[in-house]
Nanobody
Framework: VQLQASGGGLVQAGGSLGLSCVASGNIFSTNGMGWYRQAPGNQRELVAGIGSGGVTNYADSVKGRFTISRDNTKKSVFLQMNSLKPEDTAVYYC?????????WGQGTQVTVSS
């Protein structure tokens, strides 16, 4: 089982980016999925999560700016990031719980310039 994340990049403050993550391998479904981020010198932190039924939760710092969604048929999770701020700069990781096992993607860099 692998998680492949994509969509990071460089954007100016106030701009938008979208991240995608797809689970591949011999799996039929995923449970909870989410996005985490880690800035240099900081611990990895939850950005947003979404359950298999679509219930979402967000870090306070991104509420109202970021939207997480998923496509169960494609075993994918997405993160739409709007009104980006320099403090959103980090490596973003997707995470999925697959048959009780926690799986992580490889990380994608998001850089927001001021």
């Amino acid at each position: 089982v692998q998680l492949q994340a994509s969509g990071g990049g460089l954007v100016q403050a106030g701009g938008s980016l979208g991240l995608s993550c797809v689970a591949s391998g011999n799996i039929f479904s995923t449970n909870g999925m989410g996005w985490y981020r880690q800035a240099p010198g900081n611990q990895r932190e939850l950005v947003a999560g979404i359950g298999s039924g679509g219930v979402t939760n967000y870090a306070d710092s991104v509420k109202g700016r970021f939207t997480i969604s998923r496509d169960n048929t494609k075993k994918s999770v997405f993160l739409q990031m709007n009104s980006l701020k320099p403090e959103d700069t980090a490596v973003y990781y997707c995470k999925a719980v697959i048959y009780g096992n926690v799986c992580w993607g490889q990380g994608t860099q998001v850089t927001v310039s001021s």
